[in-house]
T-cell receptor, first 117, second 115 residues
Framework: DAGVIQSPRHEVTEMGQEVTLRCKPI?????LFWYRQTMMRGLELLIY????????DSGMPEDRFSAKMPNASFSTLKIQPSEPRDSAVYFC???????????????FGQGTRLTVV | AQSVAQPEDQVNVAEGNPLTVKCTYS??????LFWYVQYPNRGLQFLLK??????LVKGSYGFEAEFNKSQTSFHLKKPSALVSDSALYFC?????????????FGSGTRLSIRP
């Protein structure tokens, strides 16, 4: 498996524009997480899905952020409109249910570095 | 509230010396515990995990971690540090309650190994 795949790797956009980040989890994983990493706030969990259903979106900073998982192999994180304070590295991670010793840890993508100017 | 604490923002160690990166947690029940490493401009890489059994677990690159239930700690250790170990290290927990199975990360500790 190629691992968790995120695109784009880098995104530079102007304030007010819509930004869409994409993630392809590892095949067979039934949990998908979106995290945001900044120097000030560290690694924050934004939202996570189980079997394509959003379970906890309490980490989503505000209504400008939305996430979807239309099927088991694809998820998007959308910011509309974007603001400079959204600049961060956004990570997607996937894992399995965790009912056995071998299926507990999360695997991360390489991240998308977002810069909003 | 469920949380993970890494009390040290930075740990500095001379090459060849032992290293310890501290982690404590606050969750209900018996969670799964993890350590991850992040190199510059990369995603997080899994190092090791504790599920059940022996309190000392071994992982990648010669790292090990010791689970202490009474102190709710899971400190990362290595007997002899290498310059190449310099990176950002994250402790994480996965609570096993019925309502959630999310993975909660600590704030990270930057490990710097000097030659």
């Amino acid at each position: 498996d190629a691992g968790v795949i995120q695109s784009p790797r880098h995104e530079v956009t102007e304030m007010g524009q819509e930004v869409t980040l994409r993630c392809k989890p590892i095949s067979g994983h039934d949990y998908l997480f979106w995290y945001r990493q900044t120097m000030m706030r560290g690694l924050e969990l934004l939202i996570y899905f189980n079997n394509n259903v959003p379970i906890d979106d309490s980490g989503m900073p505000e209504d400008r952020f939305s996430a979807k998982m239309p099927n088991a192999s694809f998820s998007t994180l959308k910011i509309q409109p974007s603001e400079p304070r959204d600049s961060a590295v956004y990570f997607c991670a996937s894992t399995k249910q965790g009912t056995t010793r071998d299926n507990t840890e999360a695997f991360f993508g390489q991240g998308t570095r977002l810069t909003v100017v | 509230a469920q949380s993970v604490a890494q009390p040290e923002d930075q740990v500095n160690v001379a090459e060849g010396n032992p290293l310890t990166v501290k982690c404590t947690y606050s969750v209900s029940g018996n969670p799964y515990l993890f350590w991850y490493v992040q190199y510059p401009n990369r995603g997080l890489q899994f190092l090791l995990k504790y599920i059940t059994g022996d309190n000392l677990v071994k992982g990648s690159y010669g790292f090990e971690a010791e689970f202490n239930k009474s102190q709710t700690s899971f400190h990362l250790k290595k007997p002899s540090a290498l310059v190449s170990d310099s990176a950002l290290y994250f402790c994480a927990v996965r609570p096993l309650d019925s309502s959630a199975s999310k993975i909660i990360f600590g704030s990270g500790t930057r490990l710097s190994i000097r030659p």
